[in-house]
Nanobody
Framework: QVHLVESGGGLVQAGDSLRLSCVASGRTFSGYTMGWFRQAPGKEREFVAGIHRSGYSTYYADSVKRRFTISRNNAKTTVYLQMNNLKPEDTAVYHC?????????????????WGQGTQVTVSS
């Protein structure tokens, strides 16, 4: 079992930055692929970014490339999402997720564990 807790969300203006954190407890963190997903009201949960358990490979949705950066600190059992140049369309609840299966970063069903989420609201 892996327990995930996100933090760092908030209300910001377009162009601002935020850094989300997700602290994991339970099983060995370094053995898990980690991902960030988001869900806006009335929309399906969508992939934002993923990172290999080693931290050496990262993956991004086209909509966030060159604006968002995912990273992890295995010693602190934490995964981060640095979000720069935020846009109103980034408004959503952001969830981190964990899976031992590293073959699919993009599909929510590939992830076994989920946090409760943190709200990010970007005003224009």
């Amino acid at each position: 079992q892996v327990h995930l807790v996100e933090s760092g969300g908030g209300l910001v203006q377009a162009g601002d930055s935020l850094r989300l954190s997700c602290v994991a407890s339970g099983r060995t963190f370094s053995g898990y692929t980690m991902g960030w997903f988001r869900q806006a009201p009335g929309k399906e949960r969508e992939f934002v970014a993923g990172i290999h358990r080693s931290g050496y490979s990262t993956y991004y949705a086209d909509s966030v490339k060159r604006r968002f950066t995912i990273s992890r600190n295995n010693a602190k059992t934490t995964v981060y999402l640095q979000m720069n140049n935020l846009k109103p369309e980034d408004t959503a609840v952001y969830h981190c997720a964990a899976t031992r299966d590293g073959s699919d970063y993009y599909t929510p069903r590939a992830y076994s564990y989920w946090g409760q989420g943190t709200q990010v609201t970007v005003s224009s």
